[in-house]
């Protein structure tokens, strides 16, 4: 008989009702008495479990009472309404068969576990409610960025993993190398010679899409990048992993303002998507996670987002007259407990704050006409702060050599960069969404190793 | 004025007619006569340019007549119908303003590049019809790999790309480090100390997400993964890149027939959906780069494929008297020749050949009760040989131990792989899609160099 699968169940219900099924799935608990039982069935499928009714009719009663927790199963039996139950139906089981024995030292037995002892057990966790609510979220949402960018026609492009360069300038970088250690050749300088080097030069892992989205952007208008980034800084905090999934739209033809209403759409349509297409994973969510979390996505997707600039946003922090760790002024860049004020406190809402000072931004952000400020925009969300940065991109090939004489970067290593701005440049702009951040906002889950299958961070790269 | 997509107008078309709209683009050709011209304009949106007709009404003719190839203008006009020329409109220009200019020295001026050549432009390439043809197809290819799972409850899985084991075993790895060059501690043993780098550890990056995609297969049932993957394998070959992606599913409660099931019901389905999605660009490579490719693959996707066991493979090729550079006989593994020939001219359609020998397999591959060859599957197609290759999963722990321990690999690295096979055990099986070598297929373009947008191949990280 074909496997049922129990998603249809809850899904399509009530068409199977009264007849005959099969159903293979895990033991996620199980209690029997001296003639009956009943098994919480799970096969992956969808959140929730399916009840599994057996009796002393079944010639293997006996053994099937003692099946252990993470056992694998086969029932077929008829399933039938229980409308008084806290469940909708059950399976009345005709025939319990095994699959795949488990035994009494399978660590994810009933008691709650930490989240900490869990990320010990990342090949089980899956298994357990709360894992399987994340990465099913996770799921859905990588697809939902798929669906929001493809059915505007945004052209999804790879960009590089290994790079030749640190020419993003992002941060600290992972070198890959195919050399062995300690011998790498020298030059006479003594600088090393990577010429033997799987690539004939050092190359590092990507921190950063944008600079090759844009060379697609100014082919195809409209772009998004969905990949892998990589970041060697010495964090060792919730917030922070190694390698972590970005999105990185460029849109050409467009200024900072579309910018923004493109991640607000963006934004709204992931989180729209995941409340219709994840309900029982957000209501265990709201339940067990972060109470209330449901009513605050569904504020966010309501909401006008405001637009402040930067300048205004330190005005009105300072205007508050409300204390900080960190002191604000104009000049200073913003901090987590000033955006979170700024977007929980001030505005009440989601907030993107735009035209930063130049000095606390990237070469590559639009210089606007005041000389002091670029055209950056954060936007801040209640209980994260910064959840998308991005930019207006320099455009202008003179103010754009200007900003890297400025900083001491060399031209050579923007030559093709450069020359997007040579032949046929345009207006465009671009932001960054990290994936695990939106992951923790849309669960609740505040450690970022907690919504990643198998986090790297600092001395952790397990399985 | 809103800018309006020349997308629109193909797709939309003629809704827009006797409109004034803009549009804004790239000049891909111009010509112009005393007191007339046309500009082929791309937006970037559609594969075929918007012809623009000006006239000397125009205060600016002069100026326009000299923009160069690559531009980037904005024009307001006129969309009017053309049924007696090639293209089905034409916009008569009211107004044209240089948004940024081109020179002469733009490097894609009309005349035919070799691949070659546009390799050493990555930047600029997408400009080109073989290029914008080639990465949307991949784009919506892409999109159309997550649609046909997620349309199907899988869940998507962002397996590692940093591992902390080189237990796939599938080929050469790069290492990862943050240590200095030739500054790595040694033991007391001589043996390099890792305990100082990043993570604690030697690290590489993955060859395969398989190991950590079958943890996620035994709590989801359903599952696949797409991310890059990587090989520093010294070979310069046409069909070998250090960085590509992977297409990964893993099913659980289901075995090789329900794998080749799944794997011909992608194929056919990513297949039908590019040439529903990208009839222009599908259009442009029957025509400019493999005559005859869409009836090759709208054949595909009607055949029945064939399922062979490797055994009647080898009779087959056998008996068929041809002369192969690698002779056939049972136990050596099949070529590309052969695969072709099997699937060309003895076949005549796509053929799965499933059960290997073993000693050609790898070790994860479920033993078959014949005791020589294991559940393994490849799928050859026309014109390629192999596209897919899976196979089912050993899932007996005590079988799979002893597979280990007789190609000399280490239990202790195989630990949670192991403990998947402790605690529920189920029948599965997977398989692997090098996400490149599908869009050769699709395209006809014969270089992997061709289809990634910044390729990495040995000596070779430029971009």
């Known amino acids: ?85 806290k469940q909708p139906f059950e399976l009345l089981a005709e025939s319990i068969v095994l699959e795949g024995a488990s035994t009494s030292e399978y660590p994810l037995q009933k008691k709650r576990h930490t989240l900490e002892y869990l990320r010990t057990i990342a090949h089980l966790r899956p298994r357990s409610n ?30 590089p993993i290994i790079t030749g360069s640190d020419a993003e300038g992002a941060g600290e970088m992972f070198r890959v190398t195919t ?73 050409a033809f467009a200024d900072l303002n579309d910018n923004m209403d493109l991640a607000e759409a963006m934004v709204k349509f992931v989180i729209q998507y995941v409340l219709d297409h994840c309900p029982e994973e957000m209501k265990f969510f709201n339940e ?37 760790e960190y002191p604000v002024s104009w000049g200073v860049d913003l901090q987590t407990e000033h955006e979170r004020y700024l977007t929980e406190y001030i505005y ?23 000389g002091n400020t670029v055209a950056a925009m954060d936007m801040l969300v209640p209980g994260v702060g910064e959840l998308v940065g991005g930019s207006q991109r320099e455009e202008r090939l003179d103010v754009l050599l200007e900003r890297i004489k400025e900083i001491g970067l060399s031209e050579e290593d923007y030559w093709w960069y450069l020359e997007l701005r040579k032949f046929g440049t345009a207006k465009h702009a671009g932001y960054g969404l990290g994936f695990e951040r939106l992951i923790m906002y849309l669960t609740g889950i505040t450690n970022i190793r907690d919504v990643i299958p198998f986090p790297r961070t600092v001395k952790n790269a397990e399985f």
Do not use: C
């Open 130 to 159: 709360t894992f399987s609510a994340v990465f099913r979220v996770r799921s859905v949402a990588a697809y939902a960025i798929h669906r929001f960018f493809q059915e505007q026609g945004f052209v999804y492009v790879h960009t």
């Open 179 to 251: 050399l062995g250690v300690n011998e790498v050749p020298t030059l006479e300088n003594g600088k090393p010679d990577f010429t033997e080097d799987f690539f004939g030069k050092e190359t590092n892992l990507t921190v950063s899409g944008q600079l090759e989205g844009e060379t697609f952007a100014l082919a195809f208008k409209d772009i998004y990048t969905f990949g892998p980034t990589f970041r060697a800084e010495n964090s060792n905090t919730k917030r922070h992993a190694a390698e972590f999934w970005m999105i990185e739209p460029e849109i």
């Open 1 to 85: 008989m074909k496997q049922t699968l129990i998603r249809a169940l809850y899904q399509d219900n009530p068409t199977l009702v009264e007849e005959t099924i099969k159903v293979s799935g895990w033991i996620r608990t199980s209690r029997s008495s001296k003639n009956f039982g009943f098994i919480e069935l799970n096969d992956g499928t969808y959140f929730k479990n399916l009840q599994v009714v057996f009796n002393d009719t079944l010639s293997n009663f006996e053994t099937v009472s003692k099946f252990a927790i993470a056992s694998a199963i086969h029932v077929t039996g008829k399933l039938v309404l229980t409308p008084e139950a």
């Open 288 to 324: 067990r996670i972060d109470k209330g979390i449901i009513e605050r996505l569904e504020a966010l997707v309501n909401a006008d987002f405001a637009r402040i600039t930067y300048t205004e946003a330190v005005d009105a922090l300072v205007a508050s007259g409300q204390t900080f």
């Open 348 to 370: 009440k809402r989601p907030v993107f704050v735009i035209n930063y000072p130049k000095a606390i931004k990237s070469f590559y952000m639009r210089l606007n006409d005041d």
